[in-house]
Structures are given as C-alpha cells and as structure tokens.
C-alpha cells in the first residue's frame, strides 16, 4: 500500500481526483501504470533522489490519471499530470490555494506545446 507522510491529511482529496477517473486506489494508478510499462515512481526516484515519497506517488497518480484520459501527446499528459500533482496539495494549504500543481503540469504542457 503507497504510505507516505501526511497520507491521512491528503487521502479524501486524492481518493477524490481518482474516483472521477475510475481509479480506487494509488495502489490502482501503480497497476494502471505497470501494464503501460511505466513506473514513473522509480523515475521521480533516480532523477530526484532526495524527492519525498508524497511527490514519487503524486506523479504515479498524474501518469495513471494520463493513461486513462488516453493522452498520446506529451503536452496533454503533462497537464494530466497536473491534475495528479494538485491532489496531493494538502487542503487548504498555500499550494492548494495557489493550484501549484496544475500550474506545474500546466507549464509542462506549454514547454512541451512550443
């Protein structure tokens, strides 16, 4: 099961973001990714080795939310991406306020549009 500090200050809002993409579980984003041949946990991992376990998840979440919108542009799964990123934000915090995460994915999908 993905554990990470802070998991039951964020749980409702991730379960959230996931339900309206059919996914139960982070666990399930993990599967959703495997089958893709994708484990972007172990990517956050050997390009960030100092990256916390919350943000290693939080792209595992974005790239299985990608995968099923169905994204097949790198500019469209960036901002996907995003989506996974701000459900991480922790309610009511600064960067949940300021949509960091989508503002993340958001300038991927720019960077990558250009």
Same mark, same amino acid.
């Given at each position: ?20 993409? !059919? ?13 893709? !041949? ?17 943000? +290693? ?11 099923? +919108? ?28 300021? +949509? ?15």
């Amino acid at each position: 099961m993905a554990n990470f500090e802070g998991y039951e200050r964020r749980e409702a809002k991730i379960l959230a973001a996931l339900k309206e993409y !059919g996914i139960s579980s982070i666990d399930e984003c993990k599967e959703i990714c495997a089958a893709k !041949g994708i484990d972007p946990y172990k990517i956050v991992e050997e390009t960030q080795p100092i990256a916390f376990e919350n943000a +290693k998840w939080a792209y595992t979440v974005g790239a299985a939310i990608a995968i099923k +919108k169905g994204c097949t542009k790198a500019a469209d799964a960036a901002a996907a991406i995003g989506i996974g990123l701000q459900a991480f934000c922790i309610p009511g915090s600064v960067a949940e306020n300021r +949509k960091v995460g989508l503002g993340h994915g958001n300038l991927g999908k720019m960077l990558l549009s250009e």
